[in-house]
């Protein structure tokens, strides 16, 4: 089946030690999303690529950076997590930007916890 | 104020019951209207998107979308303990590069 995957679906850091997550897909979506969820609140988007094209939302913390090596893989970079920063990692995906049927389709999640 | 309120619950209500879920927003602008379910400790599933106002079934849900009063609903009909879940509803504007905006969701307990 196609899918949006996400590794690990549970990570553990420390404070300020770097770590990276991970999502693939297997939709051959060209739009990949990076969204941020604390308990009981929306997600947040941080980030998306339109293929190549990065775009960063204006209040995206300069921690968090991103990386598209190809379509099908896409990585979250927390360069120095602090506690804050302990959430559900969600990457999303779709087909394209400007068309309303170019829903969102998410993958598990990543739980991040910083020690 | 947030841009999408939801009342986050717990919403607790008897097996076969109908759920009644509703989102409130400020903006006029937005154009098309989602209701994603998420269990606990998974990502969001797409349940029904719709596009300005009016309704759209799909089996047991029921979206209605009411621009005039900002106003959108999710009713699910005949409720089963498996629709236990958090509804987050989420709003776009159809040529802003497709950027959602989520409410906080709702959480819904439905007892056997």
């Known amino acids: 089946d196609a899918m949006v995957i996400q590794n690990p679906r549970y990570q553990v850091t420390q404070f300020g030690k770097p770590v990276t997550l991970s999502c693939s897909q297997t939709?051959?979506?060209?739009?990949m999303y990076w969204y941020q969820q604390k308990s009981s609140q929306a997600p947040k988007l941080l980030f998306h690529?339109?293929?190549?094209?990065?775009?960063n939302e204006a209040d995206t913390p300069d921690n968090f950076q991103s990386r598209r090596p190809n379509t099908s893989f896409c990585f979250l970079d927390i360069r120095s997590p602090g506690l804050g920063d302990a959430a559900m990692y969600l990457c999303?995906?779709?087909?394209?930007?400007?068309?309303?049927?170019?829903?969102?389709?998410f993958g598990p999640g990543t739980r991040l916890t910083v020690l | 104020q947030k841009e999408v309120e939801q009342d986050p619950g717990p919403l607790s209500v008897p097996e076969g019951a109908i759920v009644s879920l509703n989102c409130t927003y400020s903006?006029?602008?937005?154009?098309?209207f989602m209701w994603y379910r998420q269990y606990s400790r998974k990502g969001p599933e797409l349940l029904m998107y719709?596009?300005?106002?009016g309704n759209k079934e799909d089996g047991r849900f029921t979206a209605q979308v009411d621009k005039s009063s900002k106003y959108i609903s999710l009713f699910i009909r005949d409720s089963q303990p498996s629709d236990s879940a958090t509804y987050l509803c989420?709003?776009?504007?159809?040529?802003?590069?497709?950027?959602?905006?989520f409410g906080g969701g709702t959480r819904v307990l439905v007892k056997p």
């Open positions: 719709t596009y300005s106002s």
């Open positions: 999303a995906t779709s087909r394209g930007l400007t068309s309303v049927a170019d829903t969102q389709y």
């Open positions: 903006n006029s602008a937005f154009q098309y």
């Open positions: 690529y339109y293929d190549k094209d990065f775009n």
């Open positions: 989420a709003m776009g504007f159809g040529a802003a590069g497709n950027k959602l905006t």
């Open positions: 939709l051959n979506h060209n739009v």
